[in-house]
T-cell receptor, first 114, second 113 residues
Framework: DTAVSQTPKYLVTQMGNDKSIKCEQN?????MYWYKQDSKKFLKIMFS???????INETVPNRFSPKSPDKAHLNLHINSLELGDSAVYFC?????????????FGPGTRLTVL | QKEVEQDPGPLSVPEGAIVSLNCTYS??????FMWYRQYSRKGPELLMY????GNKEDGRFTAQVDKSSKYISLFIRDSQPSDSATYLC?????????????FGQGTILTVHP
């Protein structure tokens, strides 16, 4: 059973295009996240949603727009893609009221901007 | 200066060796300290967490936190080839399951048979 799934797994696109990445979790969690991992493996949080409400919004260009249609889904739309957007994007989820539970990560979406 | 510093390695050891992985941090508000393991082309998975200072042991893994020095460590005893992965330290103010996790850069570990 897949706990946190992301589509697509790989995404290759041209500069200037608009693309979306989808994330779904079947763990019954109420909090979901988007992280970006650069080529040096540095993992940095971008956004977090709790019950469809945005709770963390790091310093991310407004070309990136997350959308949470329900607690089980969190999508990431990126406008006007730039070379520097090339990275692996990870979705994660957790249960907010279990303080010492873990964030479960998806398998990642490897985005390459040409 | 990054909030969390971690030597990226790479670190290469023979099977059976004791491995020591370390992170330093600058934010004294961090209370939860975690170690994640990430295999190649996979998402990170939580290996261990500790709250505040002290040691925690789980099988071959021991996590240590020294808040006075702002220094955390992960020790792996009797290392196995299956331990080959990137190890990421992470820290948070409010817990391991919600809020902002701040990660180190990750240390690439290879254990040779």
């Amino acid at each position: 059973d897949t706990a946190v799934s992301q589509t697509p797994k790989y995404l290759v696109t041209q500069m200037g295009n608009d693309k979306s990445i989808k994330c779904e979790q079947n763990l019954g969690h109420d909090t979901m996240y988007w992280y970006k991992q650069d080529s040096k493996k540095f993992l940095k949080i971008m956004f977090s949603y709790n019950n469809k409400e945005l709770i963390i919004n790091e310093t991310v260009p407004n070309r990136f727009s997350p959308k949470s249609p329900d607690k089980a889904h969190l999508n990431l739309h990126i406008n006007s893609l730039e070379l520097g957007d090339s990275a692996v994007y990870f979705c994660a989820s957790s249960l907010r009221d279990r303080e010492t539970d873990t964030q479960y990560f998806g398998p990642g979406t490897r985005l390459t901007v040409l | 200066q990054k909030e969390v510093e971690q030597d990226p390695g790479p670190l290469s050891v023979p099977e059976g060796a004791i491995v020591s992985l370390n992170c330093t941090y600058s934010n004294s508000a961090f209370q939860y300290f975690m170690w994640y393991r990430q295999y190649s082309r996979k998402g990170p998975e939580l290996l261990m967490y500790t709250y505040s200072s002290g040691n925690k042991e789980d099988g071959r893994f021991t996590a240590q936190v020294d808040k006075s020095s702002k220094y955390i460590s992960l020790f792996i005893r009797d290392s196995q080839p299956s331990d080959s992965a990137t190890y990421l330290c992470a820290m948070s103010v409010f817990g391991t399951s919600y809020g902002k996790l701040t990660f180190g850069q990750g240390t690439i570990l290879t254990v040779h048979p």
